[in-house]
């Protein structure tokens, strides 16, 4: 998705740079503040008895718009609201009908066909049709709409037309009639279907959007399990059921709440009052929640597709020497550093996490073997070791983990200087040449494939993108060109596992750790599933009776 | 100088002064001969307890840390920063607020007010904003630090020592010596000078707990003396992940940081007892 400083990413939020002690401060004083302004709320827009849902968050839904939207919080409630031809199931990351009822590509993966259901309608009344689906790819292909998403339908034929003005419609994308849509591509693109499931592609009426332009956000009306019913800027978003929702039975929930300007820390104790029904779990109350088994038996934990690494820029002294490189990762204890996460992570033997097809459980990776380490410094001329700063996202577990590896590293020789810098400032950062030496990152995947990784991250393509390390191998661009194409799975991830191996052994990484996400729910709450790369959907979830908040 | 009325109270200090110097002296060796008094390596894990901190026990009286530090360790290593920065930071403290101090209260006149009408600028400027906006624009370290915190607390020095000097300077014998031609800068040094120094030595020790106190602040927000080097204030804000598991990762070094004001506090408070002053009337 991006990349992101999330150490514990979860599956509502990237958490962003927020010094801790501003965080206890917040909470403070909205905990002096808001019963006051929480006495005697809105109107009920639901009669009692009803099934509410109720979540809070830090910062207000960026946008509804599935045009716009590129974040989890957005695309959390864009998946409650609108639908996609397909999407992933519940637990995992295989693709299952939405509003399409099957598909078929041509075995050159370079054209898809999609049939759709045909009882699904808006919620102003109008049935969902293929032209809808086009519409909103269209949207998103039109430089007027400045979507985030353009680059992932660019290799739909006639799309570059489309989007220079030359075409009044994407050739590539035809509707012979109101229930089939079929995709032309450029290039055989096997990964194509991914790229459908992605809230870009979901369908929106022209005519909503026509009347609304780019207030859209503000009045969405799409196809999904819920409706939105109420969102206050910065103080709260209703979602209410869709009664004409397609799917018989769901969803069992008559509606979603969340209170939003809530700090992590405020959260918690909104979730200790039985006032919030889910809530992330803040580091001040992690090792507390884990044991009291009372709480832990309420929480739920997933390993997220996601990899955090230690980057070395490959292209900067003492850095440009693999062998400093492998000492470095001999060096670091990752087992260390996941305890001192108090487990939350899995460390990693690669690039790829073992959520995602194609991880290769073989890979041995690299074991903490300090003395190994001092060999291979010595042999690269580093035998009293050098010194170097780390930059880091300045957030309190970051320091930790800092903190961590600097205590490692010592003992191999190697001083580190540690270097916390806000988020925004240290993304600009990394993708300067020359500029950071060595840094933490990571990575969440966008979709379940080794390329969204590997491609992204390590190929020569990305240099000043996202290719932090400034990483370039030509046999590993060889082989990633190589496996594009082919849609065969066996063959495509062999290709695959093959490039992470070079890049393991090129070590432009210290890979750490893929890191496991914990979420606490109430005793209540029933039918939540954690997905791996996605929020969790919130359409099956129902809640017991249970006691009012304190 | 002027004479002490009572000579054989000299070398007497009352009950607060001595309990003060005490527990600054131990303070002070404990900063001095910090590698042989810690058991451990303040940096270096030392107990196996990542993640998990482990509370006192024999081999580790004041318990582990995350990163499996030996807590103890680092409160004795922490007190070479406190005392260091605290002590150094109140010598600039002292050299800014002194020399304008000295120099408004002796001069006056046009002097006076635009020295004064700047301190009452920076007086109305948050101590610890402004120290945190420094730090965050130079680079951090223990030399930015002190020096930073220095630039921001002299405020209160300048204007106790303004006063004092205002008084002193209409003083008999400063006019004597005026009349008799001594140039400014002797009536300074020789007459002036010296008999505000007691205000100064309270001032001194007051103020050290001070800027102890701000350092630990702005460890505690990260933007003290960076890691691996121990300090207090750090060592709190990285327990407080810990607060409901693991409180004393934050209480012992909450009592050093009490420990060490406390110590500064009862010399001033107590100094200025004996010369039968309260540290209202400054």
């Known amino acids: 998705m991006a990349p992101t400083c999330a150490i514990f990413p979860r599956w ?214 819920f409706m939105l019913r109420q969102w206050i800027g910065g103080q709260r978003i209703v979602l209410v059921r869709n009664p004409g929702y397609f799917v018989k039975g769901a969803p069992r929930l008559d509606g979603v709440i969340e209170a939003i300007g809530v700090s992590e820390d405020l959260q918690w104790f909104r979730f200790e009052a039985g006032a919030i029904d889910l809530s992330a779990i803040p580091p001040a109350v992690f090792p507390y929640v884990v044991k009291t088994p009372r709480l832990n038996a309420l929480t739920m934990r997933i390993v997220t597709m996601t990899t955090r690494y230690l980057g070395m820029n ?3 002294p003492p850095f440009t020497d693999v062998r400093v490189r492998r000492a470095l990762n001999y ?9 001192v996460i108090n487990g939350r992570g899995i460390p990693a033997n690669g690039v ?7 991880y290769d459980p073989t890979l041995p990776g690299y074991p903490y073997d300090p003395a190994r380490a001092r060999t291979l410094l010595a ?47 240290f993304l600009e950062a990394i993708r300067q040449p020359q500029t950071v030496p060595l840094f933490f990152s990571g990575w969440e995947a966008d979709f379940p494939d080794p390329a969204n990784f590997l491609e992204v991250l390590l190929s020569r393509a990305q240099w ?51 890191p496991v996400t914990w979420e606490i729910r109430q005793p209540w709450m029933h039918g939540l599933v954690l997905n791996p790369m996605r929020p969790a959907r919130l359409d099956r979830v129902w809640l017991s009776a249970h006691p009012p908040a304190k | 100088m002027r004479a002490n009325r009572n000579p054989t109270m000299k070398f007497r200090l009352n009950f607060m002064e001595a309990a003060g110097a005490a527990m600054v002296l131990g303070l002070a060796i404990a900063a001095v001969f910090a590698p042989a008094l810690a058991p451990h390596d303040p940096v ?27 807590v103890l360790s680092r409160i004795i290593y922490g007190a070479r920063i406190s005392l260091a920065v605290g002590v150094a930071a109140m010598a600039l403290t002292l050299a800014i607020g002194v020399t304008i101090g000295l120099a ?36 951090p370290g223990v030399l930015t630090v002190l020096l930073v915190i220095g630039l921001v607390s002299w405020t209160q020095v300048a204007r106790v020592v303004r006063a004092e000097a205002l008084a002193v300077s209409r003083r008999d014998f400063v006019v004597a010596a005026r009349a008799l031609g001594a140039a400014p800068a002797r009536l300074i040094l020789r007459h002036v000078a010296p008999n505000v120094m007691p205000i100064i030595v309270v001032m001194a020790a007051l103020g050290t707990s001070g800027t102890l106190l701000l350092d630990a602040g702005l460890s505690f927000l990260t933007l003290g003396v960076p890691p691996p080097t121990p300090s207090w204030g750090r060592m709190i804000e990285e327990s407080t992940a810990y607060f409901r598991t693991a409180p004393w990762l934050a209480i012992f070094p909450g009592l050093a940081i009490l420990y060490a004001v406390m110590g500064f506090n009862l010399l001033g408070h107590g100094y200025l007892r004996r010369r039968g002053r309260r540290a209202s009337t400054l």
């Open chain 1, 12 to 225: 509502r939020r990237l958490r962003r740079f927020r010094p801790f002690p501003i965080r206890v401060a917040a909470a403070l004083l909205a905990a002096l503040i808001l019963p006051a302004c929480h006495a005697g709320s809105a109107p009920p827009i639901f009669p009692p008895g009803a099934q509410v849902l109720q979540l809070a968050s830090l910062d207000d839904v960026p946008t509804l718009d599935p045009a716009a939207g590129y974040d989890v919080d957005s695309w959390m409630f864009e998946q409650m609201l609108f639908d996609t031809l397909i999407r992933y199931s519940d637990a995992g990351v295989d693709l299952v009908p939405d509003l399409a009822t099957a598909w078929t590509a041509a075995p050159d993966s370079a054209v898809f066909t999609f049939h759709l259901r045909r009882d699904a309608r808006f919620t102003n009344g109008r049935l969902v049709t293929s032209a809808d689906f086009k519409f909103a790819i269209e949207r998103v292909l039109d430089p007027k709409t400045r979507s985030k998403g353009m680059e992932y339908y660019r290799g739909i034929a006639g799309a570059a037309d489309f989007a220079a003005g030359r075409a009044k419609s994407v050739a590539g994308i035809e509707t012979p009639d109101p229930w089939t849509i079929v995709f032309r591509l450029n290039a055989p693109d096997p990964i194509f279907p991914h790229k459908l499931a992605m809230p870009f592609a979901a369908a929106v009426p022209r005519e909503v959007v026509a009347r609304y332009g780019e207030d859209f956000s503000r009045h969405v009306v799409g196809s999904g399990p």
């Open chain 1, 314 to 316: 490959c292209r900067m």
């Open chain 1, 331 to 339: 060096a670091v204890n990752k087992r260390k550093l996941v305890a």
């Open chain 1, 352 to 358: 790829l996490p073992p959520s995602l097809p194609g």
């Open chain 1, 379 to 425: 042999q690269a001329g580093y035998a009293h070791g050098f010194a170097a700063t780390l930059w880091m996202p300045a957030d309190q577990t970051m320091m930790i983990l800092g903190q961590s590896v600097q205590q490692d590293l010592a003992l191999v020789g190697v001083n580190l200087r540690l270097k916390p810098v806000a988020f925004a400032p």
């Open chain 1, 464 to 514: 000043g993108a996202n290719n932090d390390s400034w990483f370039y191998d030509p046999r590993f661009d060889t082989l990633l060109a190589e496996a594009a194409p082919i849609a065969n799975p066996a063959r495509r991830y062999a290709i695959y596992r093959e490039a992470q191996r070079i890049a393991v052994a090129n070590a432009p990484w210290v890979f750490l750790y893929f």
């Open chain 2, 44 to 70: 270096r894990a030392v107990a196996a307890t990542f993640g998990d901190p482990a509370p006192p026990s024999l081999a580790f009286p004041l318990g582990t840390d995350q990163l499996g530090r030996d």
């Open chain 2, 104 to 139: 408004a209260g002796f001069l006056g006149g046009a002097v006076d007010s635009l020295l004064m009408r700047f301190t009452d600028v920076m007086l109305t400027m948050p101590a610890l904003l402004l120290a945190m906006a420094l730090v965050t624009v130079l680079q």
